[in-house]
């Protein structure tokens, strides 16, 4: 739990404007009560997701997710499971995966490390990530405005839409990793909890990814049949000294627009006709609660040990960043997910300044009318 995971003295020295995590500023820790004690809303499935026994279902089945077939492996297994097994700390574990540039391989490394975390309870340890994770020669990489429409992609759009989402999928697992390795210094700071729980959002991601993948090749395509962008990489690296951007960033903007997408895509699917891959759209969506949800929850720990509210400090950090949110919006499972809406609505924010400007408006208006009045009182006398 936190309270044992994040001891030791207090923040007091930390600079009420500072949100880095770098010595000697951001000293420590103090110990947390569990966050169900203080005023904010939390997932209800966290603790049980925190608990759930590993997930080996990474491959879709006649009737949903269910382990994989004997020898459905490309790439020799038992070579990725004797390197996982030959490190020593999640952090060793987690670069190996990062300067893994095979897309699959990835994907099952990524279980394998996480799969071994939990077996034999490695030591967290501390490791450097490499300046960028490993890339296979396909997808090219281009900026947003190069995307090919579906039109002009060679893809249907079924193909298209999946290849996009696992192009999403292949960069949460580094996403998540490189939080691990690269705050991995930090472990007497940030608690075994925390890396716990971004090796889990990495292992669910590499099993969302080995789905795509799956899916993919079952419609006669793979994954690098067309360009991507590396947008989300980018925004990864704004953050690569701030653990508070970086959760604020990545699962609070990053894996909130997967809540928001979601949905919108299933209903694309279905009227496409292709209803196997709108299950499994429908599943991965269902799953990323839990991602935002984590982000929520040490976001808020460690803006109330720094003495600072959520909102504003989500607030101040985009801008900052420069991170664009952009609706529309899954109120409803951004909800579930403990995002409360006043963090990230423009336009309720707009609302709300507009009613403040209209009462402004009212009172000047009111004030210059008796402005008027007692003018014309005073020519008359």
């Known amino acids: 739990m936190l309270s044992t995971a994040l001891r030791s003295s207090s923040l007091s020295s930390l600079p009420i404007h500072s949100f880095k ?11 947390l009560q569990p966050l169900q004690q203080h005023h904010h809303p939390l997932w209800s499935g966290l603790q049980s997701w925190r608990d759930s026994s590993l997930n080996h279902n990474r491959f879709w089945g006649p009737s949903g997710p269910e382990p994989e077939p004997p020898m459905s492996h490309p790439i020799g297994p038992d070579d990725e499971k004797s390197q996982v097994d030959s490190a020593t700390s999640l952090a060793e574990i987690g670069a190996m995966v990062l300067s893994t540039s095979d897309p699959i391989k990835k994907s099952r490394l990524s279980h394998l490390a996480y799969s071994r975390w939990r077996r034999d309870k490695l030591p967290i340890g501390a490791s450097k990530p490499p300046d960028r994770p490993a890339r296979p020669q396909k997808p090219q990489l281009v900026s947003p405005k190069e995307i090919p429409s579906p039109k002009n992609s060679k893809l249907p759009l079924n193909a298209y839409m999946l290849h996009n989402l696992a192009h999403v999928e292949l960069n949460a697992i580094d996403l998540a990793w490189d939080t691990v390795v690269r705050f991995s210094p930090y472990h007497d700071l940030l608690g075994d909890t925390f890396f716990s729980d971004f090796a889990h959002v990495a292992d669910d991601e590499s099993r969302h990814f080995a789905w795509c993948s799956q899916r993919l090749s079952e419609l006669g395509f793979s994954y690098g049949d067309m360009p991507a962008h590396n947008l989300l990489w980018r925004e990864c690296e704004k953050s690569s000294d701030d653990v508070v951007a970086r959760l604020a960033v990545i699962p609070l903007v990053q894996e909130a627009r997967g809540l928001d997408a979601g949905p919108r895509l299933v209903q694309k699917l279905i009227g496409f006709g292709d209803l196997k891959t709108s299950n499994v759209v429908a599943k991965i969506a269902e799953e990323e609660v839990a991602h935002v949800a984590v ?18 400090t989500f607030r101040d950090l985009l801008k900052e960043y420069n991170v664009e949110v952009k609706g529309p919006f899954n109120y409803t499972a951004r909800q579930e997910a403990g995002l409360p809406r006043d963090w990230y609505d423009p336009l309720k924010e707009t609302k709300q300044d507009t009613e403040r400007l209209s009462k402004v408006h009212n009172r000047l208006a009111h004030i210059i009318s008796m402005e008027k009045d007692n003018s014309n009182l005073n020519k008359e006398e």
């Open 295 to 312: 982000g929520v929850y040490w976001f808020v720990a460690v803006c109330e040990q720094m003495g600072r509210a959520p909102c504003p």
């Open 21 to 31: 995590l770098k010595p000697p500023s951001f000293a420590s820790f103090s110990s």
